[in-house]
């Protein structure tokens, strides 16, 4: 395909080339058919939507099927009960552990990548979103065969123990929120390793030998070449992470114990058995604007980041 | 919550069992149905159907059965709430053909179109969540009760007391993680009625539930009998058909029915307002309610059937099993859950979250 025709490499495209006069103009077209394209798509599956659900947020619930739209801010004022807010701030808790483990575990992985032999790099890259091809439910299904009281990590530290000759009860680690964080952070895991390899992959790598010929040691070139090459994907990744995590409930309904309850938790219940989906679409709204708020932070914290430099 | 049994060798019976109820039911008035396409749309819980059925049916009648599935009440509950997407014949809970009666979602039906309901047994021709079987008929019926492991467990865990009052099975149990059936089996054990809506009532059960939360494992998804398989816990809340198919797999697995009394349901065949084929889906129940035809889905899915008919068909494994046909003391002591209204259920959902946020 004609690079200068993808909307995508337009813009450089263009720049590079001046002597293809005609692809110049056609490229200079379909930027405003890709937007055109996006807007819609943003209107009719985003705004749309969340049009209806912010009526309905406004709405009373009569009887088992009507929602009479009486502009009401009671579902509003219920949702900001201290009940609900706890459960939203423990479940911001629960998203800021997440992304925070995944970008613990994603950074040396998007480093080992990003570092390696170009002829790996697919393959590599592969692997890391492999696992995201198979349905959640299915992966999560499988980490409770992995973390059951009588699954594969107790086995193996039952034999290690039997081979060592120390006494082994198994450990509890399905049911608690420990378990929700780890299933959190194994389905999330890709959004955070391909931003970090995108950051470090536009890294100018002389700069790593700079740092080395010039005397620093390697966590010293790590910490002030690599990291804050990978910052911009740190902040991509983080929220990409975050927002998703945030608002899932499935992980925390089949891997939490008595406790593990999220926000969504609740706004499923309201949609499905507690049949007030007005109330439901109040605390939907409150969560989006969670969102909405965390993304805001973004700019923010990118601009004090890069401050001093 | 309607896992099935798994299919027995004694099953085989029925296969030409359903050939002779076919040729025996040819006396249908296929005139009848000539107004309508030969399609039925029936949305149905998993495995909760015999293993030819369908076939039978489309052998018997010619009507063709697309059988789509759900997991939940409140997945078919929101799926028509908006109106019907083109099904024909579901199959809700009582509590569930009570609310839908009060939304107007149910056709009411033709019960001379059914001559079949004279096989229904008494108890359940006549019932509280539908007056005169005006909206629905009964398919399957059975008490919620307690799984549990044999050899981990101090003799037969009888009472509700071992899930709500009580540390000796601390971090070995689990409740289901539904607000109306955790807090009506509390008010079971606290010797109120099931149906409970007093807020004071509602408030001292919270205060029970979050007082034994300590010693939960967990609020289970309906997943009771893979946690007793796998040894996560020792005694769990669950339907009995779950626990049925888990003891089927493990010996050391029981159920019993507390002493306290406990929740009653009974899923109900029923005909959905703007159901696209209303002659076809009273031709369908009526298939279903023939005594062959109702033995052969019981025998398969291993629940009890209100069907006096096909229950005298049945051997002494399947209507002797004190797992699907409780005994009378245990049944007097069970009530079946009502439609409580919206204030109540937002009551009870409130307390839910509370007890879960505890």
């Given at each position: 395909?004609?690079?200068?025709?993808?909307?995508?490499?337009?813009?450089?495209?263009?720049?590079?080339?001046?002597?293809?006069?005609?692809?110049?103009?056609?490229?200079?077209?379909?930027?405003?058919?890709?937007?055109?394209?996006?807007?819609?798509?943003?209107?009719?599956?985003?705004?749309?939507?969340?049009?209806?659900?912010?009526?309905?947020?406004?709405?009373?619930?009569?009887?088992?099927?009507?929602?009479?739209?009486?502009?009401?801010?009671?579902?509003?004022?219920?949702?900001?009960?201290?009940?609900?807010?706890?459960?939203?701030?423990?479940?911001?808790?629960?998203?800021g552990l997440t992304a925070a483990v995944s970008l613990a575990l994603g950074l040396p992985v998007a480093v080992g990548i990003a570092f390696a032999p170009a002829r790996w790099k697919p393959l590599l890259l592969l692997l890391v979103v492999l696992p995201f091809l198979t349905n959640l439910l299915i992966r999560t299904y499988a980490l409770i065969a992995v973390l059951r009281t009588k699954g594969y990590v107790n086995a193996v530290l039952g034999w290690a123990a039997e081979w060592l000759g120390l006494p082994f009860e198994p450990l509890p680690l399905l049911y608690n929120d420990a378990a929700v964080v780890i299933g959190l952070v194994y389905v999330h895991m890709p959004f955070?390793?391909?931003?970090?390899?995108?950051?470090?992959?536009?890294?100018?790598?002389?700069?790593?030998?700079?740092?080395?010929?010039?005397?620093?040691?390697?966590?010293?070139?790590?910490?002030?070449?690599?990291?804050?090459?990978?910052?911009?994907?740190?902040?991509?990744?983080?929220?990409?992470?975050?927002?998703?995590?945030?608002?899932?409930?499935?992980?925390?309904?089949?891997?939490?114990?008595?406790?593990?309850?999220?926000?969504?938790?609740?706004?499923?219940?309201?949609?499905?058995?507690?049949?007030?989906?007005?109330?439901?679409?109040?605390?939907?709204?409150?969560?989006?604007?969670?969102?909405?708020?965390?993304?805001?932070?973004?700019?923010?914290?990118?601009?004090?980041?890069?401050?001093?430099? | 919550?309607?896992?099935?049994?798994?299919?027995?060798?004694t099953r085989r019976r029925f296969l030409a069992g359903a050939g002779v109820a076919a040729a025996g039911l040819s006396f249908l008035p296929r005139a009848a149905l000539a107004g309508e396409e030969p399609r039925l749309n029936f949305y149905n819980w998993d495995t909760y159907i015999g293993e030819t059925t369908l076939a039978d049916f489309k052998a018997q009648s010619g009507i063709e059965v697309r059988m789509d599935l759900y997991a939940d009440n409140d997945e078919l509950f929101a799926r028509l709430r908006a109106g019907n997407p083109g099904y024909d014949v579901i199959v809700p809970t009582n509590d569930f053909v009570e609310r839908m009666i009060a939304a107007d979602m149910?056709?009411?039906?033709?019960?001379?179109?059914?001559?079949?309901?004279?096989?229904?047994?008494?108890?359940?021709?006549?019932?509280?969540?539908?007056?005169?079987?005006?909206?629905?008929?009964?398919?399957?019926?059975?008490?919620?009760?307690?799984?549990?492991?044999?050899?981990?467990?101090?003799?037969?865990?009888?009472?509700?007391?071992?899930?709500?009052?009580?540390?000796?099975?601390?971090?070995?149990?689990?409740?289901?993680?539904?607000?109306?059936?955790?807090?009506?089996?509390?008010?079971?054990?606290?010797?109120?009625?099931?149906?409970?809506?007093?807020?004071?009532?509602?408030?001292?059960?919270?205060?029970?539930?979050?007082?034994?939360?300590?010693?939960?494992?967990?609020?289970?998804?309906?997943?009771?009998?893979?946690?007793?398989?796998?040894?996560?816990?020792?005694?769990?809340?669950?339907?009995?058909?779950?626990?049925?198919?888990?003891?089927?797999?493990?010996?050391?697995?029981?159920?019993?029915?507390?002493?306290?009394?406990?929740?009653?349901?009974?899923?109900?065949?029923?005909?959905?307002?703007?159901?696209?084929?209303?002659?076809?889906?009273?031709?369908?129940?009526?298939?279903?309610?023939?005594?062959?035809?109702?033995?052969?889905?019981?025998?398969?899915?291993?629940?009890?059937?209100?069907?006096?008919?096909?229950?005298?068909?049945?051997?002494?494994?399947?209507?002797?099993?004190?797992?699907?046909?409780?005994?009378?003391?245990?049944?007097?002591?069970?009530?079946?859950?009502?439609?409580?209204?919206?204030?109540?259920?937002?009551?009870?959902?409130?307390?839910?979250?509370?007890?879960?946020?505890?």
């Amino acid at each position: 395909m004609d690079p200068d025709s993808s909307g995508l490499t337009a813009g450089a495209g263009t720049g590079r080339r001046p002597e293809r006069q005609r692809g110049r103009r056609r490229a200079g077209l379909l930027p405003g058919f890709a937007a055109l394209g996006s807007g819609l798509w943003f209107l009719l599956f985003f705004l749309a939507p969340l049009a209806f659900v912010w009526v309905f947020s406004f709405g009373r619930q009569e009887g088992l099927i009507d929602i009479e739209l009486a502009w009401t801010l009671d579902n509003y004022l219920r949702a900001l009960d201290p009940l609900y807010l706890d459960i939203l701030l423990r479940s911001i808790w629960l998203a800021g552990l997440t992304a925070a483990v995944s970008l613990a575990l994603g950074l040396p992985v998007a480093v080992g990548i990003a570092f390696a032999p170009a002829r790996w790099k697919p393959l590599l890259l592969l692997l890391v979103v492999l696992p995201f091809l198979t349905n959640l439910l299915i992966r999560t299904y499988a980490l409770i065969a992995v973390l059951r009281t009588k699954g594969y990590v107790n086995a193996v530290l039952g034999w290690a123990a039997e081979w060592l000759g120390l006494p082994f009860e198994p450990l509890p680690l399905l049911y608690n929120d420990a378990a929700v964080v780890i299933g959190l952070v194994y389905v999330h895991m890709p959004f955070m390793i391909l931003p970090l390899y995108a950051a470090l992959e536009r890294m100018d790598r002389s700069l790593v030998e700079a740092a080395l010929d010039l005397g620093a040691s390697r966590a010293r070139a790590f910490w002030t070449v690599v990291v804050p090459a990978a910052l911009p994907g740190v902040f991509a990744g983080t929220i990409l992470v975050f927002v998703p995590a945030l608002g899932s409930y499935l992980t925390s309904d089949l891997l939490g114990g008595a406790d593990s309850q999220m926000i969504a938790n609740v706004i499923e219940r309201q949609f499905k058995r507690a049949n007030d989906w007005p109330f439901g679409a109040a605390l939907s709204l409150l969560l989006i604007y969670a969102a909405f708020g965390t993304l805001a932070l973004r700019p923010a914290l990118a601009r004090r980041w890069r401050g001093p430099r | 919550m309607r896992t099935a049994f798994g299919i027995r060798p004694t099953r085989r019976r029925f296969l030409a069992g359903a050939g002779v109820a076919a040729a025996g039911l040819s006396f249908l008035p296929r005139a009848a149905l000539a107004g309508e396409e030969p399609r039925l749309n029936f949305y149905n819980w998993d495995t909760y159907i015999g293993e030819t059925t369908l076939a039978d049916f489309k052998a018997q009648s010619g009507i063709e059965v697309r059988m789509d599935l759900y997991a939940d009440n409140d997945e078919l509950f929101a799926r028509l709430r908006a109106g019907n997407p083109g099904y024909d014949v579901i199959v809700p809970t009582n509590d569930f053909v009570e609310r839908m009666i009060a939304a107007d979602m149910l056709m009411p039906l033709d019960h001379t179109a059914i001559p079949n309901m004279a096989n229904i047994e008494p108890a359940f021709r006549d019932v509280a969540f539908d007056p005169g079987r005006r909206h629905s008929i009964p398919y399957m019926w059975g008490p919620m009760g307690i799984g549990y492991r044999k050899s981990r467990c101090d003799g037969v865990p009888d009472s509700w007391r071992w899930l709500y009052d009580s540390d000796r099975y601390s971090g070995r149990c689990a409740l289901l993680s539904e607000a109306g059936t955790v807090l009506g089996a509390a008010f079971k054990y606290m010797g109120h009625p099931l149906n409970t809506i007093d807020p004071k009532l509602i408030e001292a059960a919270e205060r029970l539930i979050v007082a034994q939360k300590p010693h939960l494992r967990l609020f289970a998804p309906d997943n009771g009998q893979d946690l007793l398989l796998s040894g996560e816990v020792d005694i769990a809340m669950e339907w009995n058909g779950d626990i049925l198919q888990a003891m089927a797999e493990d010996d050391d697995i029981s159920y019993v029915v507390p002493r306290e009394g406990s929740i009653l349901w009974e899923d109900a065949l029923a005909i959905p307002q703007g159901a696209p084929h209303p002659d076809n889906a009273h031709a369908f129940l009526n298939f279903i309610l023939d005594a062959e035809v109702g033995a052969a889905i019981a025998e398969t899915i291993r629940y009890a059937t209100p069907n006096a008919a096909a229950r005298a068909l049945l051997p002494e494994s399947y209507t002797g099993n004190p797992g699907i046909f409780p005994s009378e003391e245990t049944l007097a002591a069970c009530e079946p859950a009502l439609y409580r209204g919206q204030e109540a259920a937002r009551l009870y959902e409130a307390a839910w979250t509370r007890i879960r946020a505890a």
